[in-house]
């Protein structure tokens, strides 16, 4: 699948389709306060627009959010797999001191100004598990293997290196399972 496939979903967002990943969020973000019901911008005209049609606006944008996410997250599935030697992700912050941990991460992303909810749509990570990540709730989080998929998809969504904060990570999740 190539961008041409998802030409739609761009123009619903309203964003070019050599947008990034960031713009398009950015402008997924406006266009949901925009067409929310409290938006003071459709205030004026509250009355004459049809709540259906008011949410049937906010379905397609949701849907046209959605479908890029995929297109995204298979796009990177692709290059990696076309890519012998992957560079390393850039840092925007120096690694902690004591390693990466959950609440270190939630402060990353808190910071960023990014939803959690982002997060799980982008990666297809279900909510409950980013929260226990952040949270380190061992105890309600999947198995190692898929733990460590799911650690480096949050990583990477932080735009921070997978591989350092993965086995951070779970350097904690071992030592409390000893």
């Known amino acids: 699948m190539n961008r041409e496939d998802f030409a739609e979903h761009f123009r619903t967002l309203e964003v070019d389709p050599n947008s990034t990943f960031q713009e398009i969020r950015r402008a997924y973000h406006h266009l949901r306060e925009?067409?929310?019901?409290?938006?003071?911008?459709?205030?004026?005209?509250?009355?004459?627009?049809?709540?259906?049609?008011?949410?049937?606006?906010?379905?397609?944008?949701?849907?046209?959010?959605?479908?890029l996410c995929f297109y995204f997250n298979e796009k990177e599935i692709e290059d990696a797999r076309q890519t012998v030697a992957p560079e390393p992700v850039q840092m925007s912050v120096p690694p902690p001191a004591?390693?990466?941990?959950?609440?270190?991460?939630?402060?990353?992303?808190?910071?960023?100004?990014?939803?959690?909810?982002?997060i799980a749509l982008a990666t297809r990570i279900r909510l409950e598990y980013?929260?226990?990540?952040?949270?380190?709730?061992?105890?309600?989080l999947p198995p190692a293997v898929f733990l460590r998929g799911y650690v480096a998809s949050y990583a990477a969504y932080l735009s921070l290196d997978p591989v350092q904060v993965t086995r951070d990570f779970m350097n904690r999740y071992e030592k409390s399972r000893r």
């Open 34 to 67: 925009l067409f929310s019901k409290n938006s003071i911008v459709l205030n004026p005209v509250k009355d004459e627009l049809d709540p259906e049609f008011q949410e049937d606006i906010i379905l397609q944008i949701d849907h046209a959010y959605k479908e």
């Open 130 to 140: 980013l929260e226990n990540i952040e949270k380190e709730s061992y105890d309600g």
């Open 98 to 118: 004591d390693g990466y941990s959950g609440p270190v991460l939630r402060q990353l992303r808190e910071r960023a100004d990014i939803r959690l909810s982002d």
